[in-house]
């Protein structure tokens, strides 16, 4: 989460440079409730532990109202093609709702003969 968000940081600042200004509050999108939960939450914990120094990071920049951290279901989420082993229609429903193509489809294969 932390690097996502120096991500986040960095690109705001080049958008900056650029001449664009952020007014607004940059979402990240996660479909780990307790990732958020964690971030949101001022007591540390004995589990938590070993992430308190990215979570006071994470805390100083909710808190600033720089960044927040809405929930999306892990269905909807498309960085999941990337991440995750999925089913081959959420591969290619994902593909879809991404505006990629499936090759085999230029080639004149159909990529539903594949499901």
Same mark, same amino acid.
């Given at each position: 989460? !932390? =690097?996502?968000?120096?991500?986040?940081?960095?690109?705001? @600042?080049?958008?900056? &440079?650029?001449? %664009?200004?952020?007014? +607004?509050?940059?979402?990240?999108?996660?479909?780990?409730?307790?990732?958020?939960?964690? !971030? =949101?939450?001022?007591?540390?914990?004995?589990?938590?532990? @070993?992430?308190?120094? &990215?979570?006071? %990071?994470?805390?100083? +920049?909710?808190?600033?109202?720089?960044?927040?951290?809405?929930?999306?279901?892990?269905?909807?989420?498309?960085?999941?093609?990337?991440?995750?082993?999925?089913?081959?229609?959420?591969?290619?429903?994902?593909?879809?709702?991404?505006?990629?193509?499936?090759?085999?489809?230029?080639?004149?294969?159909?990529?539903?003969?594949?499901?």
């Amino acid at each position: 989460m !932390a =690097h996502g968000v120096c991500e986040m940081l960095w690109l705001r @600042h080049l958008l900056r &440079d650029l001449g %664009f200004k952020q007014k +607004k509050v940059m979402p990240i999108y996660y479909d780990n409730k307790a990732a958020i939960e964690i !971030a =949101h939450n001022p007591i540390q914990h004995d589990r938590t532990k @070993h992430v308190e120094v &990215d979570r006071h %990071f994470i805390k100083e +920049k909710l808190d600033g109202q720089i960044i927040s951290f809405p929930f999306v279901p892990t269905k909807e989420q498309l960085a999941n093609i990337l991440t995750k082993a999925i089913s081959s229609k959420t591969f290619y429903d994902s593909l879809d709702k991404q505006g990629q193509i499936h090759l085999r489809g230029w080639l004149g294969c159909s990529p539903t003969q594949d499901r």
